[in-house]
């Protein structure tokens, strides 16, 4: 983490809109701060504007308020900084994906921020060593499982170094092999994450911290661990407590009972 941004948030929301055209209102007034290092779940159910916030993130969206990235405001004039500062990990990886080999995809943001060609072949090849993928450097992504799709997404994104990666949906309808590897990625990255989705169990896993939005307003935030096992709270953002949170409740229970 650079010295001069230690103490100052990686991301703070002061009451932050944004409204799709039509006037159709995806987040109303956030406020809220996600301090460096920070690993942060965002929940709620479809159309809660979790998407919408991670793309304000980087300034793929432009809302109303201020929203500071380290210090900084995203604004049309912070753009290129902003953007080397936060990386998005899209839903669908084929939205990263576009050049003809990996190589290529995982260079493309760094070329675009003049990087020299050896620091180049460096940040590819520590990339993707960093998400698994050595040695994918002349592979295409059309010949790439869905799961190695995901992977070399995230490698694109972190060549660029960024403080902060956001990630949506970053383990959906994967096999159980790779969901682990991205769950044990996220959970060894020192960076500031922020993630959405809908695999409880995989926040459980790799965030403290968890919020829930619902029709564009932040409804809780607080210890992922306290959030979750309010099962009231949960029915009301129609959300299910993880399978993994439901068992160890009914161990504990069980062994309350053997006890007696």
């Not at 990686?10 to 996600?34: C, E, H, Q, R, T």
């Not at 698994?132 to 490698?155: M, N, P, Q, V």
């Not at 459980?204 to 564009?216: A, Q």
Request: proline share 4%; with cysteine; hydrophobic share 35%.
């Amino acid at each position: 983490m650079f010295e001069h941004i230690k103490n100052t948030p990686a991301i703070l929301f002061n009451d932050v809109s944004f409204s799709y055209p039509g006037n159709i209102k995806a987040l109303k007034s956030i406020n809220l701060k996600i301090n460096n290092g920070e690993k942060v779940g965002i929940i709620g159910p479809n159309g809660s504007g979790k998407s919408t916030l991670l793309n304000l993130l980087n300034g793929s969206y432009y809302g109303s308020g201020k929203l500071l990235i380290n210090g900084i405001e995203v604004n049309k004039k912070t753009d290129k900084q902003i953007k080397s500062i936060v990386g998005v990990v899209f839903q669908n990886p084929d939205d990263q994906l576009f050049c003809p080999t990996i190589f290529e995809d995982v260079a493309f943001g760094p070329a675009n921020y003049d990087i020299v060609e050896k620091e180049l072949d460096k940040r590819v090849a520590e990339s993707l060593k960093e998400v698994g993928l050595d040695g994918y450097e002349e592979r295409s992504s059309g010949h790439l499982s869905f799961g190695e799709k995901k992977l070399a997404s995230i490698a694109s994104i972190i060549s660029m170094h960024p403080d902060i990666v956001a990630m949506d949906e970053p383990v959906s309808n994967l096999d159980h092999s790779h969901r682990r590897k991205i769950i044990n990625w996220i959970k060894k990255s020192q960076r500031t994450i922020v993630v959405t989705s809908h695999d409880l169990g995989m926040l459980l896993e790799t965030c403290h911290r968890v919020i829930i939005l619902n029709k564009g307003k932040t409804v809780a935030d607080g210890p992922i661990l306290e959030i979750l096992s309010n099962q009231q709270l949960l029915n009301e953002n129609n959300l299910e407590q993880p399978l993994s949170l439901i068992h160890q409740s009914n161990k504990i229970i069980n062994t309350k009972i053997e006890g007696k």
